[in-house]
């Protein structure tokens, strides 16, 4: 089984890589100043996206956010659960709650993204999401 990666953006969205393919979603720390979140618009598969593009729209009660691209990649799969159940993704950000998987085509990419301590040294120095 190959080992598996979960690197984060400075807005807040993760990706957890194994064998080239990525599993993109928000954090948790996301999902909590979100609040409930009760629409989720994500890329429609085969979407060739490019690192830092929009990727999607979260609706929350509190407010909209944008989803952007973490890598470069096409779209493979789209969490189709959302669609009747966005709570998902304030319930279970990193497990149910994921928003689309991307086959990664600069994996160098990676590179430039913050593994989980530099992420949280973020969130503390920046105090914002």
Known sequence: MAKKII???ETYEY???SDGMGTVGISEEASDKLG???MVELP???TELQKGEEAGVIESVKTAADIYCPVSGKVIEVNKEL????ELVSKSPMDK???FKIEISH??????LMDAGAFKKHIKDTGKW
Do not use: F, K, M
């Not at 994996?107 to 430039?112: K, Q, R, V």
């Open 7 to 9: 690197r984060y953006t």
């Open 15 to 17: 990706i957890a890589v």
């Open 36 to 38: 409930d979140i009760y």
């Open 44 to 46: 429609p598969q085969g």
């Open 83 to 86: 669609e009747s159940a966005p």
């Open 97 to 99: 709650g994921w928003l």
């Open 107 to 112: 994996p160098d990419e990676l590179d430039s």
